[in-house]
């Protein structure tokens, strides 16, 4: 039987590309530990030289929004939310 | 094939290239064999550093030589007693345990090994050993975490990774051994001395061990040899699986 199926967790994986970016989600891996998923991590996502910054956190940590309910929650959309709704008046010229 | 025309330079990067080589051919059997696809590339990554070590440091070595031999000539076409490397690295992948603490043993040893090599004289040398410094600091980073983790883990986990260190620990002395090949390059100022390895290999095990609960054998036995060609059994199953594609294809490219 494959370890994984004895229950090594599952660990979620947030690589910064570069200096000034944000950590961006890159995928999972399984490890028995924080330590060991941060190894895992960075020989499964970062074996091209893509980051400077690896976060991991455990799967079940993330509470995720419901993707039966994406209508509920962003299908509303409200277009005079976007600044491109407006015209501007002729008076402000450019802005 | 003979091996006459040598320096102890080109010896001493052949005893280095290897115990590299050696146990790159070691982990790549283990591909597709490894506990989870995360180990799997785990391993396929120490793998490929080794190996590349290898290849770099034959590289110099054919070239020092002079005798129109190449890199893979070194590897391939060599025979056991002409393998100069520690009988460590030939020891066979028992269970997940024999591969991590086979591996500690050697990052642990390749860390300040490197360090040192990173003073030759010889610039390209040097500079080998400074890319390698870097990846044996990563090796040991990882086999440290694993030996920790299964010493310290579950009772069978620590029962086989005992197992291990008390097979694998006779075979660490030839990993640190230095004689005349040394010496001398020592003493040519080609190297800076070697005789700080030892210390920073036995530190480095003595805290990695007391956190994962493991204990070194009290036998002070040690196996010898391999840094003058002479092998164990093991040895003798594992090189001809190695050369047999390019002995058997003399020239073939993919």
């Known amino acids: ?95 | 094939m003979t091996t006459t025309t040598t320096t102890p330079l080109i010896t001493f990067l052949l005893r280095t290239a290897d115990d590299n080589l050696v146990l790159a051919q070691r982990l790549g059997a283990l591909l597709a064999r490894m506990p989870e696809l995360e180990e799997d590339i785990a391993v396929a990554n120490v793998c490929l550093d080794h190996l590349g070590q290898a290849r770099s440091l034959y590289a110099h070595a054919a070239m020092l030589e002079g005798l129109g031999r190449s890199e893979d000539d070194l590897a391939m076409l060599r025979d056991e007693r002409q393998f100069l490397n520690a009988t460590l690295v030939e020891q066979p992948d028992v269970d997940f345990a024999h591969t991590i603490v086979r591996q500690f043993f050697v990052d642990a040893y390749q860390v300040p090994f490197y360090d040192v090599l990173c003073g030759a004289s010889d610039p390209v040398l040097a500079g080998i050993a400074e890319k390698a410094m870097k990846e044996a600091r990563y090796h040991l980073r990882r086999s440290a975490t694993w030996v920790v983790r299964l010493g310290d883990g579950t009772e069978e986990s620590h029962d086989r990774t005992q197992a291990a260190v008390d097979l694998l620990w006779r075979y660490t002395g030839d990993l640190l051994a230095l004689d005349e090949i040394e010496e001398t390059l020592v003493a040519d100022g080609v190297l800076p001395s070697l005789d700080g390895v030892r210390g920073v290999f036995d530190a480095t095990v003595a805290s990695v061990f007391a956190e994962a609960t493991l204990t070194l054998p009290t036998d002070p036995y040690q196996r010898l040899g391999g840094r003058a060609g002479v092998h164990t059994e093991q040895f003798g199953h594992l090189l001809p699986e190695m050369q047999r594609l390019y002995r058997s294809h003399p020239g073939a490219r993919w």
Do not use: C
Not at chain 1, 5 to 15: D, K, N, S, T, Y
Not at chain 1, 38 to 61: H, M, N, P
Not at chain 1, 73 to 80: E, M, N, Q
């Open chain 1, 1 to 95: 039987m494959r370890a994984s199926e004895q229950g090594w967790p599952l660990w979620e994986v947030f690589v910064r590309a570069d200096r000034g970016l944000n950590h961006v989600h890159a995928g999972s891996v399984h490890a028995v530990d924080a330590e060991t998923a941060l190894q895992a991590a960075r020989d499964v996502y970062t074996r091209r030289a893509e980051g400077v910054s690896i976060w991991v956190v455990r799967s079940t940590e993330i509470v995720a929004s419901d993707p039966d309910r994406r209508d509920d929650w962003f299908g509303d959309l409200k277009p005079y939310r976007h600044p491109t709704f407006y015209e501007i008046p002729d008076a402000i010229g450019h802005m």
